[in-house]
C-alpha cells in the first residue's frame, strides 16, 4: 500500500511538471496511453480480453465518468495549486469514501469513525487555509476530486 500511495504521488508530481510544457489534454492522453500498458499485461495474463469485460454498460460509463471527473479536477488544481496542498486536499478521499458508504450503501458508522472523519476533515480544512487568509476558489478542483474518486470507489 506504501508503494502503492508513493507510485501514485510521483505520478502526480510528474503530471504537475508536465502540464506546464504541454496542454492538460494532451497530458491526460498521454498519461492514459501509458497507463494502458500495465492493463492490458494483467489482462492478459488473467484471461485475456474476457478479463476487461463489463457486466453493466450503464455502471461502467458512470465509474468511467467519475475516473474523469477526478482525474481532470485534479489536474486543474495541479496546474493552480502548490503540489504539496493540492495532493493533500486530495488525500481527504477516503473521508468521503466513509460518508457516502454510510449514505449510499447503508454502511454503519460508529463514534470511532465519524470523529475520524470529522478530525480528518478538520485536518484538511487546516491546510487549505490559505497564508494571509485569502479563498483561492481553486482548492475546490483538489476537494472534487477527492469526492469524485470517493463516488468512483463506492460505486466499485
Avoid at 19 to 33: K, L, M, N
Avoid at 54 to 66: E, I, L, P, V
Avoid at 108 to 133: C, D, E, H, S, T
Wanted: proline residues 4%; glycine residues 8%.
Amino acid at each position: 500500500m506504501v508503494i502503492g500511495c508513493c507510485l501514485i504521488v510521483l505520478n502526480d508530481a510528474l503530471m504537475k511538471l508536465v502540464i506546464v510544457e504541454i496542454p492538460v489534454t494532451q497530458a491526460i492522453f498521454i498519461r492514459s496511453a501509458v497507463a494502458m500498458l500495465p492493463i492490458l499485461l494483467l489482462a492478459g495474463r488473467y484471461g485475456g480480453m474476457r478479463a476487461l469485460q463489463w457486466r453493466s454498460f450503464s455502471g461502467q460509463f458512470m465509474t468511467g465518468a467519475f475516473a474523469v471527473g477526478a482525474l481532470v479536477s485534479l489536474i486543474i488544481g495541479l496546474r493552480h495549486l502548490p503540489f504539496a496542498e493540492a495532493i493533500i486536499i486530495v488525500h481527504a478521499s477516503p473521508l468521503f469514501v466513509v460518508v457516502l458508504a454510510s449514505f449510499l450503501l447503508r454502511e454503519q458508522v460508529g463514534w470511532r469513525r465519524r470523529f475520524a472523519v470529522v478530525a480528518g476533515f478538520l485536518g484538511v480544512v487546516l491546510i487549505a487555509q490559505p497564508a494571509g487568509g485569502q479563498m483561492s476558489w481553486y482548492l475546490l478542483f483538489p476537494l472534487a476530486a477527492a469526492l469524485f474518486s470517493a463516488t468512483r470507489d463506492v460505486m466499485l
